[in-house]
C-alpha cells in the first residue's frame, strides 16, 4: 500500500486546541455496518452491552519538556521519551548543535545532565542531581502537548490532558480516547452491568509522526513500553465466557492488547512493543474501538482503517470532516463496531 491512501484534507480549524467545557461533551460518530451515526459522548453506555469489557490506558502523562543550556552557553530544549531508571532517560535534543557525548547540560537552572551517548535518533541522559527523575520532571518540567497544538501548556492543559484514570507514570502523549470519560460515566457503565480493566502503554513523541516513505511496508515503527495484567487477562476470558465484547480504549489499549496476543493466545506481561497495524492485519483480542480522530499519513489512521475497513474509514473520515467534528488529541470521537 502507498502511504498516499491514507491522505485527506482537513481544514485547519477543525483541529481542536482546547479541550470540551465538561468531559464527556463532545460527540460520537457511531461506525457500524449500517454506516454513520452522529452521536454525543454521553449516549456511550446505550450503545454498549451488558458483560462487555472496557479496556483503558491507566498510563500518566509525565511533564517531560525541559528548558536550559549546554555548557557553551546555546540554548537547548530537551523531550524525554523514556525514563530508563531513576536518573536515567531516552529524550530527544533540540539544540543549534547538538550535544556531543560527555556533555554537559543544565536545565530549568538546577538540574545538572551528562550526555551518555546516542541511542537511536534519541539522545542517552544521566540526571546527576540527588532526586530522581520522576520528581525532578513534576517539579521544573512542563507538559508536552502535541505538536499541532498551538498554546503553550497552562494549569487548565495539566488537569484536562491526563485521564480520570491515570495512574502509572511514564507517556509523553495522552491516551486521547480516555479524556473523555469522568467519574460519572464510569460509575454509569459499572452499573449498567459493563467492567472494566487495565492496560499500561506508555504513549511516545513518535505517535505524531506521520509516515514519510512512500511505501507503507518501508515504515519504521517507534517503540513502546507496554503491560498487561494478568488480571486483565482473567477479565477478558470472563468477558468472552459471559457473551461480552472487548472494548478498546484508544488505538494504545488496542496496542497493548494485540502486542500481548502476538503468540495466538492472549498472555499477561511487560514489554516492548513496535507492532505496526495496518490494512490486512487480524485482530486477535479487540471487538470495538473507541478512539479519537487521527493525523493524515499516520500509523494510527492505517490503524483504525486496518480495524474498520479502509473504504469504510475513509468514508466515515470523509462524513466527519463535513458535519465539522473537532479533529486529534482534544477533539471528539468514534466508536467502532468491527464487522
Same mark, same amino acid.
Request: some cysteine; charged content about 20%.
Given at each position: 500500500?502507498?502511504?498516499?491512501?491514507?491522505?485527506?484534507?482537513?481544514?485547519?480549524?477543525?483541529?481542536?486546541?482546547?479541550?470540551?467545557?465538561?468531559?464527556?461533551?463532545?460527540?460520537?460518530?457511531?461506525?457500524?455496518?449500517?454506516?454513520?451515526?452522529?452521536?454525543?459522548?454521553?449516549?456511550?453506555?446505550?450503545?454498549?452491552?451488558?458483560?462487555?469489557?472496557?479496556?483503558?490506558?491507566?498510563?500518566?502523562?509525565?511533564?517531560?519538556?525541559?528548558?536550559?543550556?549546554?555548557?557553551?552557553?546555546?540554548?537547548?530544549?530537551?523531550?524525554?521519551?523514556?525514563?530508563?531508571?531513576?536518573?536515567?532517560?531516552?529524550?530527544?535534543?533540540?539544540?543549534?548543535?547538538?550535544?556531543?557525548?560527555?556533555?554537559?547540560?543544565?536545565?530549568?537552572?538546577?538540574?545538572?545532565?551528562?550526555?551518555?551517548?546516542?541511542?537511536?535518533?534519541?539522545?542517552? !541522559?544521566?540526571?546527576?542531581?540527588?532526586?530522581?527523575?520522576?520528581?525532578?520532571?513534576?517539579?521544573?518540567?512542563?507538559?508536552?502537548?502535541?505538536?499541532?497544538?498551538?498554546?503553550?501548556?497552562?494549569?487548565?492543559?495539566?488537569?484536562?490532558?491526563?485521564?480520570?484514570?491515570?495512574?502509572?507514570?511514564?507517556?509523553?502523549?495522552?491516551?486521547?480516547?480516555?479524556?473523555?470519560?469522568?467519574?460519572?460515566? !464510569?460509575?454509569?457503565?459499572?452499573?449498567?452491568?459493563?467492567?472494566?480493566?487495565?492496560?499500561?502503554?506508555?504513549?511516545?513523541?513518535?505517535?505524531?509522526?506521520?509516515?514519510?516513505?512512500?511505501?507503507?511496508?518501508?515504515?519504521?515503527?517507534?517503540?513502546?513500553?507496554?503491560?498487561?495484567?494478568?488480571?486483565?487477562?482473567?477479565?477478558?476470558?470472563?468477558?468472552?465466557?459471559?457473551?461480552?465484547?472487548?472494548?478498546?480504549?484508544?488505538?494504545?489499549?488496542?496496542?497493548?492488547?494485540?502486542?500481548?496476543?502476538?503468540?495466538?493466545?492472549?498472555?499477561?506481561?511487560?514489554?516492548?512493543?513496535?507492532?505496526?497495524?495496518?490494512?490486512?492485519?487480524?485482530?486477535?483480542?479487540?471487538?470495538? !474501538?473507541?478512539?479519537?480522530?487521527?493525523?493524515?499519513?499516520?500509523?494510527?489512521?492505517?490503524?483504525?482503517?486496518?480495524?474498520?475497513?479502509?473504504?469504510?474509514?475513509?468514508?466515515?473520515?470523509?462524513?466527519?470532516?463535513?458535519?465539522?467534528?473537532?479533529?486529534?488529541?482534544?477533539?471528539?470521537?468514534?466508536?467502532?463496531?468491527?464487522?
Amino acid at each position: 500500500m502507498r502511504t498516499e491512501q491514507f491522505s485527506f484534507e482537513l481544514p485547519q480549524h477543525l483541529i481542536a486546541q482546547r479541550p470540551p467545557e465538561q468531559r464527556g461533551a463532545s460527540r460520537l460518530l457511531h461506525l457500524t455496518a449500517n454506516g454513520c451515526e452522529h452521536r454525543m459522548f454521553a449516549d456511550l453506555p446505550g450503545l454498549l452491552r451488558e458483560h462487555d469489557l472496557l479496556v483503558l490506558n491507566d498510563t500518566r502523562v509525565i511533564k517531560a519538556r525541559l528548558f536550559g543550556q549546554k555548557e557553551s552557553g546555546g540554548n537547548i530544549e530537551v523531550m524525554v521519551e523514556r525514563i530508563l531508571d531513576e536518573h536515567e532517560v531516552l529524550a530527544q535534543v533540540r539544540a543549534s548543535k547538538s550535544p556531543r557525548r560527555g556533555g554537559r547540560l543544565l536545565l530549568a537552572g538546577c538540574i545538572e545532565v551528562t550526555v551518555l551517548g546516542r541511542v537511536g535518533e534519541f539522545f542517552h !541522559l544521566r540526571f546527576d542531581n540527588n532526586e530522581s527523575v520522576g520528581s525532578l520532571l513534576e517539579q521544573y518540567g512542563r507538559l508536552p502537548l502535541p505538536p499541532y497544538i498551538t498554546h503553550s501548556a497552562d494549569a487548565e492543559d495539566d488537569a484536562r490532558y491526563q485521564t480520570v484514570f491515570a495512574k502509572e507514570s511514564g507517556a509523553v502523549a495522552a491516551p486521547t480516547a480516555g479524556l473523555h470519560f469522568d467519574e460519572a460515566m !464510569l460509575a454509569s457503565l459499572k452499573q449498567q452491568g459493563i467492567q472494566t480493566a487495565y492496560v499500561t502503554l506508555h504513549v511516545g513523541a513518535g505517535t505524531f509522526q506521520p509516515v514519510r516513505v512512500e511505501q507503507v511496508a518501508e515504515h519504521v515503527m517507534h517503540s513502546e513500553r507496554y503491560l498487561v495484567p494478568q488480571a486483565t487477562v482473567d477479565a477478558i476470558e470472563q468477558a468472552r465466557v459471559r457473551g461480552g465484547r472487548v472494548i478498546a480504549v484508544g488505538t494504545t489499549s488496542l496496542r497493548a492488547l494485540e502486542s500481548a496476543a502476538q503468540s495466538g493466545t492472549l498472555q499477561g506481561g511487560a514489554g516492548d512493543t513496535s507492532i505496526f497495524i495496518t490494512p490486512g492485519y487480524r485482530f486477535k483480542v479487540v471487538d470495538v !474501538l473507541l478512539t479519537n480522530f487521527h493525523l493524515p499519513r499516520s500509523t494510527l489512521l492505517m490503524l483504525v482503517c486496518a480495524f474498520g475497513g479502509m473504504d469504510k474509514m475513509l468514508a466515515a473520515y470523509r462524513v466527519a470532516v463535513d458535519n465539522e467534528y473537532r479533529f486529534f488529541s482534544y477533539g471528539d470521537a468514534m466508536l467502532i463496531e468491527r464487522d
